[in-house]
């Protein structure tokens, strides 16, 4: 059984950087099979129970399953799982089989009809829903929720649910939280560095200011590392957030209305600076709480041998670089999915619903009567 750690290194999943540490091999990430599918996107527990110094949690499968329920579980191969994604600023939707054929995934406005249209499949022709309940903004996820609970609710469909935490996974369903994020995440903190240095985040804030940061001087800034004195493996980006605002305003570059393209080159110079120095410092702080939780998780199960990264900086080749540091120092190999599977899509979310469906692990269907919004939001606070 493959033991996964898992931080949540931003609010939305779809933009989180997921790490993994598995006893064994996966297969090779580009041809998406099951096992790596599932060792990659199966990171959705419930609501976690505190304790003081880890948080154990246990997700438990829904009274109709316990009962063995009336609805005949599909073999893999025919098993089909819609995944809504809408934590964040973009919605996305997938279709995906459970044998881990991705027959499609979408992000834009109308996303779920698309999903189902690309898949050439009907709501009738799913078996489940599965939908992101946080972290996140609330409002995105209310809308998602409020979508799958819909379908679930007209189509008589399972309805499966959850998010991504720093956890040691022994299998699913089975985790130990040794971390997460407690105000902004790295994802957030390039977004809106991005942003405030007037970089193009069309493509995304993360890989503009990672190609800008090239240019510049990586300790031309003297940014402090945020929670040096706290030992665990939480993360806080929100200092460094502040400093780099303070940083734009104190050398007055004009970025809220000069867009780097406009940028003089001493502008610019200033600008790549600041970048490099910012993402020097916010991959310093991951490296230092993902190594502490390496090492937490390797004394729990030493067996481990694998350290994989998924989410959105996963797609950050800086990152991933400084990443296999940690990888390498602790005699583990770095494994990362395919750049299309680290940013916002509902393929992980799918996934997931997959692996807890098969595992009995849903709500029943609402009931007719129920209201559309009635315990939308009850199921969102959970675990916001």
Same mark, same amino acid.
């Given at each position: ?6 931080? *949540? ?17 996966? @297969?090779? @990430?580009? /041809? ?18 505190? /304790? ?45 089989? &459970? ?27 799913? #078996? ?15 809308? &998602? ?5 819909? +379908? ?9 649910? &959850? ?9 699913? =369903? ?5 971390? *997460?994020? +407690?105000?902004?995440?790295? &994802? ?37 590392? @945020? ?36 940028? *003089? ?46 989410? =959105? ?22 494994? #990362?999915? @395919? ?14 619903? +997959? ?30």
């Amino acid at each position: 059984m493959a033991a996964t750690l898992l931080p *949540t290194l931003s609010p939305p999943v779809s933009r989180a950087a997921a790490l993994l540490l598995l006893r064994r091999a996966p @297969p090779l @990430p580009f /041809s998406l099979p099951a096992p790596l599918l599932r060792r990659l996107l199966s990171s959705t527990p419930s609501p976690p129970v505190r /304790s003081p110094a880890f948080r154990f949690l246990a997700t438990m499968p829904s009274a109709a399953a316990a009962a063995g329920g009336s609805r005949a579980m599909p073999d893999r191969a025919d098993l089909l799982m819609l995944g809504i994604e809408t934590s964040c600023d973009d919605t996305a939707a997938a279709v995906v089989r &459970g044998d881990g054929v991705i027959l499609s995934q979408v992000v834009s406005s109308q996303v779920v009809q698309k999903a189902l249209n690309d898949a050439n499949v009907s709501e009738s022709d799913l #078996c489940a829903v599965a939908v992101t309940v946080g972290p996140g903004l609330s409002l995105c996820l209310r809308v &998602g929720v409020h979508k799958a609970r819909k +379908i679930a609710k007209e189509f008589r469909l399972p309805i499966v649910g &959850g998010h991504n935490l720093l956890v040691l996974a022994h299998e699913l =369903g089975k985790y130990v939280q040794l971390g *997460t994020t +407690i105000d902004d995440a790295i &994802g957030e903190a390039y977004d809106k560095s991005a942003r405030w240095l007037g970089l193009d985040i069309r493509k995304g804030g993360g890989p503009a200011l990672e190609q800008l940061a090239l240019e510049g001087d990586p300790k031309a800034i003297k940014f402090s590392v @945020p929670m040096r004195q706290h030992k665990d493996c939480n993360f806080s980006y929100a200092g460094l957030k502040t400093q780099v605002r303070l940083a734009i305003e104190s050398r007055n570059i004009p970025a809220d209305h000069i867009s780097i393209s406009s940028a *003089t080159e001493e502008d610019r110079q200033l600008r790549a600076n600041i970048a490099a120095s910012f993402q020097r410092v916010a991959v310093l702080h991951l490296e230092e709480r993902c190594q502490r939780a390496v090492e937490w998780a390797l004394k729990m199960e030493p067996s481990i041998k694998y350290f994989v990264v998924s989410g =959105g900086v996963a797609s950050n080749q800086y990152v991933r670089t400084h990443l296999n540091h940690i990888a390498d120092k602790n005699g583990l190999q770095l494994v #990362c999915p @395919p750049p299309s599977l680290c940013t916002d899509n509902g393929v992980m979310i799918a996934w997931t619903g +997959i692996e807890h469906f098969i595992a009995g692990r849903f709500d029943d269907p609402p009931a007719f009567d129920e209201p559309d919004d009635m315990q939308v939001m009850q199921q969102i606070n959970m675990v916001s």
